[in-house]
């Protein structure tokens, strides 16, 4: 039998992860006598029973020592990571180049009767990519002297699980093909659009992207369900900008009528297991939690991982706002959990956004592909493709000409517009708490840019187009309280597509972010000069 479950008998390696002998004995548990004290009731600190309890202090002690088993400086370095404070260091081109080598040798001694191994016979260009196997060496990065540095071996063994991921969750035909929407199925695509895996429209402090999952919304009909719209998620973001680099952020909130009742240690084996063959850097876990069982569950994901990864895991025990309070000290923003402040219904407009903006670009893709197969006017085709991609596309707000069943939306993600109902929540404006960034940043061509000089620029041209077809909406809204709240809702819709608001330091002469409150203003002011500008041009 080969290596990998190639014989199509259940996985063998739900308990058996690399790190699984010398985490368990930190814990002093075995994952499959987990679930014997998990129950449904809550677990709070004075209704635990000593055995939970005893398991929690076991926990604690293990995340405390996680720090100590690294150097002085990696440990500087993980606790800026966490603390979302990390300044961006220099990769060395010779390093990496060096590094991918071994990283090579080691994969050439680990490939045999793996699914690595049948994935390389099957298409050898997909597999040895210079830059699909350079995601894995940033993935198992570190710090030293100022530099990153990486770890070949580590990175190679989690190329290796990667294959076995893919082919568990999407068959042996898949291995080598980009996987889209179109491979998940209904049930997948419909329990993804509830919301409760989320990639979040703003970033934290240190410019990371922020990956939310709400533990008791999770509406998949099984474990591999969750795991394949994760995949698709996770691989969708790889050339989204700074997420190699700079690494993701991950918040698992399990809090009141959120927690997470269903996973037991099998599902959450499985999840440690393939989760932690994704190649992405962790820069950290935030876990959210009001009772005790769901942060004992986390112990059978921690299996999965090196036992580094646990200095950069933080718990935030209590209630709904003591735990957003607590995300603040990490530079996660306030609003980054997309539930409503008055009710807590969680809010599905920003992923509603990105929904429709992966279905639009899974299918700009396919007709890519479809096209360079024909080999006719190829470049002229392409070239119009993404011409009309980027126009009407790219802020995500384009009705373009796609029927709705090519979506596969449900009902409520049909009219976005009304989907948002912000005339009702009262949940928008207190979103917004970006506060002006002090790291200077480069203009690209989706930014709003202040200052007269830029009316062209194409960020800018958008944001005008954007306006006019909302203009009359803004204009029709009594109060001023609530086209606060509308302008508000519009930066948002602009920032969930890749937009940012910058404005040139003129001390420094370099662009920064400014703050939300600023950018909200911007987007009103614009809409007052479209009013007035079409009173002056009235015969």
Same mark, same amino acid.
């Given at each position: ?21 010398? @985490? ?8 499959? *006598? ?34 100590? @088993? ?40 680990? !490939? ?8 390389? !016979? ?30 070949? !071996?580590? +990175?190679? &063994? ?46 934290? @402090? ?34 989204? &900008? ?19 009742? !269903? ?5 959450? +084996? ?12 962790? *820069? ?44 603040? *000290? ?10 409503? =402040? ?31 197969? @024909? ?16 126009? &009407? ?18 009902? +409520? ?99 920064? &972010?400014?703050?939300? =409150? ?22």
């Amino acid at each position: 039998m080969m290596n990998g479950n190639i014989s199509g008998t259940p996985p063998s390696f739900i308990f058996q992860g690399r790190h699984s002998e010398s @985490t368990s004995s930190c814990f002093g548990f075995k994952a499959s *006598a987990l679930e014997g004290s998990m129950g449904k009731s809550t677990a709070t600190a004075s209704t635990c029973p000593d055995h939970l309890m005893s398991e929690k202090e076991d926990l604690d002690k293990y995340l405390a020592q996680s720090m100590t @088993t690294l150097s002085v400086k990696n440990r500087e370095a993980a606790l800026e990571e966490v603390n979302g404070i990390a300044s961006s260091q220099p990769e060395d081109p010779d390093t990496l180049e060096l590094c991918l080598q071994e990283f090579n040798e080691h994969l050439m001694q680990l !490939k045999r009767g793996t699914y690595y191994e049948v994935a390389e !016979k099957m298409d050898s260009d997909y597999v040895r990519d210079r830059d699909f196997r350079i995601m894995f060496l940033r993935a198992n990065r570190y710090s030293s002297n100022g530099q990153h540095r990486y770890d070949p !071996k580590r +990175a190679a &063994e989690q190329m290796k699980n990667f294959f076995d991921t893919k082919h568990l969750l999407f068959g042996k035909d898949k291995l080598v093909k980009e996987i889209t929407l179109d491979d998940l199925d209904e049930d997948d695509k419909r329990s993804f659009q509830r919301g409760s895996i989320q990639v979040l429209p703003v970033r934290d @402090t240190a410019g990371r992207l922020v990956f939310v999952n709400i533990g008791g919304l999770s509406h998949f009909k099984s474990i591999e369900s969750e795991l394949r719209a994760k995949f698709y998620m996770f691989m969708s973001l790889k050339n989204v &900008e700074g997420v190699q680099e700079k690494g993701i952020v991950s918040i698992r909130y399990c809090v009141g009528q959120y927690r997470d009742e !269903k996973s037991d240690s099998n599902s959450l +084996a499985l999840h440690g297991q393939c989760v932690s063959s994704f190649p992405y850097h962790w *820069a950290g876990v935030q876990v959210c939690c009001d009772d005790y069982r769901q942060y004992i569950l986390l112990r059978t994901i921690l299996m999965f991982f090196p036992t580094d990864f646990a200095a950069r895991v933080r718990v935030h025990f209590g209630t709904h706002l003591e735990c957003l309070y607590a995300l603040r *000290a990490y530079g996660i923003p306030e609003g980054s959990i997309p539930l409503s =402040t008055t009710n807590g219904e969680l809010m599905h407009h920003h992923h509603a956004l990105w929904y429709k903006q992966q279905c639009i670009r899974d299918m700009a893709r396919t007709r890519k592909q479809s096209i360079l197969s @024909t080999g006719i006017d190829v470049e002229q085709k392409v070239a119009g493709i993404s011409e009309r991609f980027d126009d &009407e596309f790219l802020l995500g707000f384009g009705s373009g000409d796609l029927e709705s069943d090519e979506f596969s939306i449900e009902e +409520a993600f049909e009219d976005l517009g009304n989907d948002l109902k912000w005339q009702s929540e009262k949940v928008l404006l207190p979103q917004l708490t970006q506060q002006a960034s002090s790291m200077p940043v480069t203009p690209r061509p989706t930014d709003i840019l202040f200052g007269q000089n830029h009316k062209m620029h194409p960020g800018n041209v958008r944001l005008h187009g954007f306006i006019s077809k909302h203009a009359d909406e803004y204009e029709r809204i009594g109060g001023r309280q609530r086209k606060i709240e509308f302008a508000g809702h519009l930066v948002l819709r602009l920032k969930a597509a890749g937009a940012r608001f910058l404005q040139l330091d003129k001390s420094s002469m370099q662009w920064m &972010e400014v703050s939300d =409150t600023k950018a909200r203003n911007k987007v009103a002011k614009t809409i007052r000069n479209r009013r007035r500008n079409m009173i002056v041009s009235l015969p």
